[in-house]
């Protein structure tokens, strides 16, 4: 390895800075070929990356000019080394660019090379010598072809796509981008993609950089951009990373879409379904409203909900012709004091109409109040007045912390609430008026209205339901809310069973101890004949098979003179505790069939003798003979995994500590070395003050559940790497689907029929599980559409083949577009045409599937390729390592596929 420390000071002192041990280190760790000259071109330092490339050691002070062995031009004849890039840059004393060459090393082998040398001056302008970057360009000529495919089709594209490095810098800008953002390709290439961004949206660049530099896709991220023109524009974008042949990421991709429309439209819509359900629940509010608190607060809230202000307030004319506050929201009581008063219209003015200013610094008719307005922050205006019966009665205000634009529409919703709050605020007084009209009536029937209301009020409030007879034969029945309810009637409805045929509830009976009970022997019923029924107990089946459960007690009504007159029951609904005993019992039940199974022990530690108990179920989840428990705490403690001892230990101490519940997991070793999962919980109970105390509880074996856990984590992992597999192969169908095809509808119907063919091959390994499906079944499923009436013109031969999930995936495709295409324009698409499908296995590395068709039109080769021709070359090639050769001969398409012959899935 060439080092800073092996060359001469004076070199070092002439280069400067990379000199430096820093520096050269870094120079050392670079994966890229760099070696340095003095002036006179002899090599000073080469890092460990030239010298692999050179495939020799550079001895320094005395090779020349380069590092390589021999060198040639790129048609093979010899270049001496005082002609390379090199010599000229230091004898031309500029940097040198753009020309290849071909280096040779010792062992033969050979490397095309784009070198970069460049001089090196000292702060006075001497030349003191140069530096070569040299990259190894051997495997980019293979991909240039791909690439101009790449351009040609990230050209046509109508989305912006752009890629940076991760610096940030534009190093490609296509025609869509061009479109969206104003800029031509010259304008931005080489310029940070920073350029894009409007004032606010700075950090989002980093965030970007910093989530692709750790390999992550950013999918469908909306952001607003800045145009050429300064407009701003709502984008779409999904970044992927960009990486190098080695798999490093060095820069990313972007693929922008303009939503502005799409936005405008969304937030158009929220505002017009804001506005109308603010004026629903107005409306409905204000219906409702008994009083004008009521009806300024639902006013409120619809003015700030569907005119989108900051704040609001409702004025009214009182008794002078002075408009004074009634309501508002966010507004000083210095503002208010302010500006209370002030109106815009007398209250004599006919037909007033609305004011809106849209900028208070330039409104002049409110120059005087302008200080107090601007200092409580309020920007822009809405006087809107409020009309009733003819007569202007007040206004009510928005105000907005910007300037703003009232809208049409704005204006519209402003007076609809106008006329709303008005007629409601009219009918309050009307209302108001009304009750003082009323008011004497209404003191002469006080105590009785008192009474009803607070008995009404009794009966609604107590959580209990109440069925009251006023008759004693109880043909009529009625209850408060809470009766209905449990009855499932409606209110005011006839709820007794005695009551005649037609006007009896029937979708209930009532039973007790097991047994229906006849109307008569019902607790109301017994009641209205003057027995007190007290603590029955009664079982409510309905029809659908639900049922309630109730307690409670019955009383006569009895008149002035004694004689019973009706009855009243109140009872509750026990429903709830009928299931929680229930369920206390089974739990109960459950618990002693665990302990009698033998899966769970007792266990008990009396923290002052240190005398531990367990259960012969515990000592069987040990596997230790029963009774053979030494009794100790050492002896529990011997059992427990040594990397759990600690956690355990630590809870035990936490327990005794706190008072609280001992709860932990850990393993323990069982005599015959196997681990098994304990999951144990205890209670600390107190003795006295002069005993410490004792710790039980119950320990249960949970190592299935444990093993149960793992395995659902790893399921859950594959059904996530298969579901994110199925979504890549999703977008690249839309994506070549619609980004190729004009045709929109033709597109789709192509779209629709791929996703089918993959849906089929989905369902046929998910019938197998996922453990993989036959070639046979795969080509006889796309291929079935097409068979004629005796299944003559299909024909498929070859051993039996199972594929795994990912070739079954990729053939199945394959198999459809090859299938599609031939009933398009191949021999399916006349009757005398016929496919042969062929498969073969050479030896046990390669399968060998051929497609043959004949019989039908004459075959042409296309003049562009498709998303058929791409799948079976690219897809074929890249997903699963395969070769494809395809032959347009005139009597029909010939298709041979050679891929490594698939391997059973692992279980």
């Known amino acids: 390895m060439c080092s800073a420390e092996t060359l001469p000071k004076f070199v070092l002192g002439d280069l400067g800075a990379l000199g430096s041990p820093d520096f050269r280190a870094a120079l050392d760790a670079l994966a890229f070929a760099v070696y340095t000259t003095d002036a006179e071109g002899f090599v000073t330092y080469c890092n460990p990356a030239a010298a692999d490339l050179?495939?020799?050691?550079?001895?320094?002070?005395?090779?020349?000019?380069?590092?390589?062995?021999?060198?040639?031009?790129?048609?093979?004849?010899?270049?001496?080394?005082?002609?390379?890039?090199?010599?000229?840059?230091?004898?031309?004393?500029?940097?040198?660019?753009?020309?290849?060459?071909?280096?040779?090393?010792?062992?033969?082998?050979?490397?095309?090379?784009?070198?970069?040398?460049?001089?090196?001056?000292?702060?006075?302008?001497?030349?003191?010598?140069?530096?070569?970057?040299?990259?190894?360009?051997?495997?980019?000529?293979?991909?240039?072809?791909?690439?101009?495919?790449?351009?040609?089709?990230?050209?046509?594209?109508?989305?912006?796509?752009?890629?940076?490095?991760?610096?940030?810098?534009?190093?490609?800008?296509?025609?869509?981008?061009?479109?969206?953002?104003?800029?031509?390709?010259?304008?931005?290439?080489?310029?940070?993609?920073?350029?894009?961004?409007?004032?606010?949206?700075?950090?989002?660049?980093?965030?970007?950089?910093?989530?692709?530099r750790s390999g992550e896709r950013i999918d469908h991220y909306q952001t607003t951009r800045r145009r050429k023109d300064g407009a701003l524009i709502e984008i779409s974008l999904t970044v992927s990373p960009v990486r190098d042949a080695t798999g490093r990421i060095v820069g990313a991709s972007k693929i922008a879409r303009d939503i502005t429309e799409q936005k405008r439209a969304g937030e158009a819509l929220a505002a017009r379904l804001?506005?109308?359900?603010?004026?629903?629940?107005?409306?409905?509010?204000?219906?409702?409203?008994?009083?004008?608190?009521?009806?300024?607060?639902?006013?409120?809230?619809?003015?700030?909900?569907?005119?989108?202000?900051?704040?609001?307030?409702?004025?009214?004319?009182?008794?002078?012709?002075?408009?004074?506050?009634?309501?508002?929201?966010?507004?000083?009581?210095?503002?208010?004091?302010?500006?209370?008063?002030?109106?815009?219209?007398?209250?004599?003015?006919?037909?007033?109409?609305?004011?809106?200013?849209?900028?208070?610094?330039?409104?002049?008719?409110?120059?005087?109040?302008?200080?107090?307005?601007?200092?409580?922050?309020?920007?822009?205006?809405?006087?809107?007045?409020?009309?009733?019966?003819?007569?202007?009665?007040?206004?009510?205000?928005?105000?907005?912390?910007?300037?703003?634009?009232?809208t049409d529409n704005e204006i519209g919703v402003a007076l609809t609430i106008a006329r709303q709050l008005g007629f409601s605020i009219q009918r309050m007084r009307a209302e108001e008026a009304r009750r003082v009209?009323?008011?004497?009536?209404?003191?002469?029937?006080?105590?009785?209205?008192?009474?009803?209301?607070?008995?009404?009020?009794?009966?609604?409030?107590?959580?209990?339901?109440?069925?009251?007879?006023?008759?004693?034969?109880?043909?009529?029945?009625?209850?408060?809310?809470?009766?209905?309810?449990?009855?499932?009637?409606?209110?005011?409805?006839?709820?007794?069973?005695?009551?005649?045929?037609?006007?009896r509830p029937d979708n209930f009976r009532v039973f007790a101890t097991g047994r229906m009970l006849a109307p008569e022997e019902l607790p109301v019923q017994r009641a209205a004949r003057g027995e007190d029924v007290q603590n029955f107990e009664e079982e409510i089946r309905f029809e659908d098979g639900t049922s309630r459960h109730v307690f409670g007690n019955a009383t006569p009504l009895r008149d002035a003179a004694g004689e019973v007159i009706g009855a009243v029951a109140a009872s509750v609904d026990i429903t709830e505790r009928k299931l929680v005993e229930e369920a206390l019992r089974e739990s109960e039940r459950r618990l002693q069939i665990a302990l009698g199974a033998g899966r769970m022990g007792a266990w008990e530690w009396n923290i002052g003798t240190g005398k531990v108990i367990w259960s012969p179920g515990l000592e069987a989840l040990h596997d230790i003979e029963p009774g053979t428990f030494g009794g100790t705490f050492a002896d529990f403690k011997r059992d427990i995994h040594p990397d759990d001892l600690p956690l355990v230990e630590l809870e035990i101490a936490r327990a005794m500590e706190t008072r609280e519940e001992y709860h932990v997991v850990y393993r323990i070793r069982l005599p015959d070395g196997s681990i098994r999962w304990m999951e144990t919980f205890g209670q600390f109970s107190p003795q006295g003050a002069a005993k410490p105390g004792k710790l039980a509880g119950v320990c249960m074996d949970i190592t299935e559940r444990k093993e149960a856990e793992s395995q659902r984590s790893l399921l859950v992992a594959e059904l996530s790497h298969r579901v994110k597999n199925t979504l890549a192969i999703v977008s690249s169908i839309a994506r070549q689907s619609f980004?190729?095809?004009?045709?929109?509808?033709?597109?789709?119907?192509?779209?629709?029929?791929?996703?089918?063919?993959?849906?089929?091959?989905?369902?046929?390994?998910?019938?197998?599980?996922?453990?993989?499906?036959?070639?046979?079944?795969?080509?006889?499923?796309?291929?079935?559409?097409?068979?004629?009436?005796?299944?003559?013109?299909?024909?498929?031969?070859?051993?039996?083949?199972?594929?795994?999930?990912?070739?079954?995936?990729?053939?199945g495709m394959a198999a459809h577009?090859?299938?599609?295409?031939?009933?398009?324009?191949?021999?399916?698409?006349?009757k005398s045409g016929s496919v042969d499908i062929e498969w073969s296995a050479r030896g046990t590395d390669r399968l060998r599937v051929r497609w043959s068709e004949s019989g039908g039109p004459p075959v042409l080769a296309p003049k562009r390729n498709g998303f058929g021709r791409l799948l079976l070359e690219r897809v074929l090639a890249s997903d699963l390592g395969g070769e494809v050769q395809l032959e347009f001969a005139p009597q029909g398409l010939v298709c041979t596929i050679d891929i490594p012959y698939p391997r059973e899935p692992s279980p």
């Open 54 to 212: 050179a495939g020799r050691q550079p001895e320094l002070g005395q090779d020349r000019w380069c590092v390589s062995w021999k060198l040639r031009r790129p048609d093979g004849s010899p270049l001496p080394h005082d002609e390379c890039p090199m010599a000229m840059a230091l004898k031309g004393r500029q940097p040198i660019r753009g020309q290849e060459l071909v280096a040779v090393r010792p062992d033969g082998s050979t490397a095309l090379l784009l070198p970069h040398p460049t001089p090196i001056f000292d702060a006075s302008g001497e030349l003191t010598g140069a530096v070569n970057l040299l990259v190894d360009i051997s495997d980019h000529k293979s991909a240039e072809k791909d690439s101009r495919y790449l351009a040609a089709i990230v050209e046509s594209s109508d989305d912006a796509i752009v890629t940076k490095d991760l610096n940030g810098i534009i190093t490609s800008w296509n025609k869509g981008a061009e479109r969206l953002f104003g800029y031509a390709h010259d304008e931005v290439v080489g310029k940070s993609i920073t350029i894009l961004m409007p004032p606010g949206y700075e950090n989002e660049e980093p965030n970007i950089l910093r989530r692709i």
């Open 274 to 406: 804001r506005e109308q359900a603010a004026l629903y629940r107005l409306t409905e509010r204000l219906h409702r409203a008994q009083d004008d608190s009521e009806v300024y607060e639902a006013a409120l809230d619809a003015i700030q909900g569907a005119l989108g202000c900051h704040r609001a307030s409702i004025l009214l004319f009182e008794s002078t012709a002075t408009m004074h506050f009634v309501a508002w929201r966010g507004l000083s009581s210095q503002y208010r004091g302010a500006v209370d008063g002030h109106s815009p219209w007398t209250a004599e003015e006919q037909d007033p109409e609305p004011i809106f200013l849209q900028d208070v610094a330039h409104a002049e008719a409110l120059a005087a109040l302008r200080p107090i307005i601007e200092a409580e922050g309020i920007a822009a205006l809405g006087f809107i007045p409020l009309v009733a019966d003819g007569r202007l009665i007040g206004k009510f205000m928005t105000y907005y912390d910007r300037p703003h634009v009232f």
């Open 437 to 503: 009209a009323e008011e004497q009536l209404r003191q002469n029937e006080a105590t009785e209205r008192a009474r009803a209301a607070e008995l009404m009020a009794i009966m609604e409030a107590v959580p209990a339901s109440i069925w009251i007879a006023r008759t004693p034969d109880c043909r009529v029945i009625s209850g408060n809310r809470a009766a209905y309810e449990l009855l499932r009637q409606a209110p005011d409805g006839n709820l007794s069973l005695s009551a005649p045929t037609g006007e």
């Open 739 to 811: 980004s190729i095809n004009p045709d929109f509808h033709e597109a789709h119907r192509t779209f629709d029929a791929r996703i089918r063919a993959l849906a089929q091959t989905h369902t046929r390994l998910a019938e197998a599980s996922w453990s993989g499906v036959s070639l046979e079944t795969v080509l006889f499923d796309e291929l079935a559409p097409y068979h004629d009436d005796a299944r003559n013109n299909v024909t498929l031969a070859g051993p039996p083949t199972k594929l795994p999930p990912k070739y079954a995936l990729t053939l």
């Open 817 to 830: 577009e090859l299938a599609t295409n031939a009933a398009k324009h191949g021999a399916l698409s006349v």
